[in-house]
């Protein structure tokens, strides 16, 4: 059964940093990524890896940054300078290659919240 579990959300104050954790069991993906969807809004692209290619969306470019452990099957966001426009869910995904768009990937974990106060 392939699970991807999050973890690692909580509630910081605008500047502040928080690692979000990605624990993928099951099989290994080639692609996987960060997305997050703030309330009202629709699910985003934040940042993704291609085997060891990064990319981000421009809104978070210098701010956050993914990585991976391949032995630990694990993929890491780690998020500085947290702004409140930050403040959403944020979901790991993975698939086996594709786009780093919502309807490219198969696997997604149950998200964890993000909540930046200013």
């Known amino acids: 059964q392939v699970q991807l579990v999050e973890s690692g959300g909580g509630s910081v104050q605008a500047g502040g940093s928080l690692r979000l954790s990605c624990a993928a069991s099951?099989?290994?993906?080639?692609?996987m990524g960060w997305f997050r969807q703030a309330p009202g809004k629709e699910r985003e692209f934040v940042a993704g890896?291609?085997?060891?290619?990064?990319a981000y969306a421009d809104s978070v470019k210098g701010r956050f940054t993914i990585s991976r452990d391949n032995a630990k099957n694990t993929v890491d966001l780690q998020m500085n300078a947290l702004k409140p426009e930050d403040t959403a869910v944020y979901y790991c995904?993975?698939?086996?290659?594709?786009?780093?768009?919502?309807?490219?990937?198969?696997?997604w974990g149950k998200g964890t919240p993000v909540t930046v106060s200013s």
């Open positions: 099951g099989r290994a993906f080639y692609t």
């Open positions: 995904a993975g698939s086996s290659g594709g786009a780093f768009v919502v309807g490219a990937m198969e696997y």
């Open positions: 890896l291609q085997w060891i290619s990064t």
